[in-house]
């Protein structure tokens, strides 16, 4: 999906970015929007001046400095399938896509895309982290890719390139960009190298066409895993969240039939699966946003501060999905999440 060009009318900038790098890209980028200078983007991003839904439906972006937390732990709510040293950042806050499911509607106050442009900051501190991690004996596990799709940024800014080439000199990170993106061929230049994961989410078409409003088709994200697999690169499947509809076995079954006619499961380095599950406080937040959204006020049940399917149902989908990939995969290669 080619990005337009008037994707955002208004850009705004903080005084402290306005000569880095990133902004002056950016600005290329988008020759026709406002351009607005700010001195925080959190007066802006941390009270927004308009309903949610009303500025989801016409984003800006705003360029900004990160001053600190260039990495944070990772949370309970994320997959770091067995690695101890488990970090992410957040380069960019927000997403250009809209799923319906999505947590970022209740994690932020605003939908704005926030873009930090200090990316040699992130790289120096990531640095540190990498020589002072606790488990020497493994890599630093990054999640490039968190409260946001960083690839789906690409043709606005290669941060994906930029960290690839940052990983390639640092044998002792582990990265992955999970994604629903298919800006993948940006990328097909640089040769694969092992340190890097590209994780992408897959759903059934018709989840996709409900439900991830603005992402690429699955099969258009299908072309894309193809592609990176005959490069080399390692790829992951998410299939996740898994959602509830009618027939759903029947449609999910289809679906891993239609995705491993089309690619070899041998060149899947690994599978994860998992229902629905958002922080009861990002839930409560994100139905005050979009009260549009009908898969947000869905009866779901919170357990450990987790609103999801009950503990029964949950059971029954990862199960019953787990046994069907078992076909493809050995059972060390299918997380349930
Ligand atoms: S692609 Fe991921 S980060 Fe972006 S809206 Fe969808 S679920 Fe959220």
């Not at 488990?135 to 990054?142: A, D, S, W």
Request: proline share 5%; aromatic share 14%.
């Amino acid at each position: 999906m080619k990005l337009s060009r008037n994707r955002f009318r208004n850009i705004y900038i903080e005084y402290a970015c306005e000569s880095d790098a990133v902004t002056q890209h950016i600005l290329k980028v988008f020759p026709h929007s406002e351009i607005i200078y700010i001195n925080r983007y959190k007066e802006l991003f941390s009270t927004p001046k308009h309903a949610y839904s009303l500025q989801k439906a016409s984003t800006s972006l705003i360029l900004a400095r990160k001053t600190n937390n260039f990495l944070y732990s990772g949370s309970q709510f994320a997959q770091s399938t067995g690695f101890k040293n488990f970090f992410y950042n957040t380069i960019l806050l927000n997403c250009i896509y809209d799923c319906h499911y999505c947590y970022l509607q209740g994690l932020f106050p605003s939908p704005n895309l926030v873009c930090f442009t200090n990316l040699e900051d992130f790289f120096s501190n990531t640095s540190t982290a990498i020589s002072q991690r606790n488990n020497q004996g493994e890599p630093l596990f990054l999640s490039l890719s968190y409260d946001t799709d960083i690839l789906a940024f690409e043709s606005i800014f290669p941060f994906a390139r930029r960290w690839i080439e940052y990983c390639s000199n640092n044998n002792n990170l582990l990265v992955e960009i999970r994604t629903k993106s298919t800006n993948f061929k940006t990328l097909s230049d640089i040769p694969s190298i092992p340190n890097v994961i590209f994780s992408w989410s897959l759903s059934p078409e018709i989840i996709a066409q409900n439900f991830e409003i603005g992402a690429p088709s699955p099969k258009s994200r299908l072309a894309s895993i193809k592609q990176a697999i005959r490069m080399g690169w390692k790829v992951r499947l998410c299939f996740d969240p898994v959602i509830l509809i009618k027939s759903w076995r029947e449609i999910y079954l289809d679906y891993f039939k239609t995705v491993f006619q089309e690619i070899n499961p041998m060149n899947i380095h690994d599978v994860t699966l998992g229902s629905f599950r958002m922080s009861s406080q990002h839930l409560k937040q994100a139905r005050k946003h979009r009260p549009e959204l009908g898969i947000l006020h869905r009866d779901w049940k919170v357990n450990n501060g987790i609103a999801s399917y009950g503990k029964e149902k949950r059971e029954e989908i990862s199960s019953f999905l787990r046994n069907e990939l078992l076909q493809w995969f050995r059972p060390p290669q299918v997380s349930v999440w």
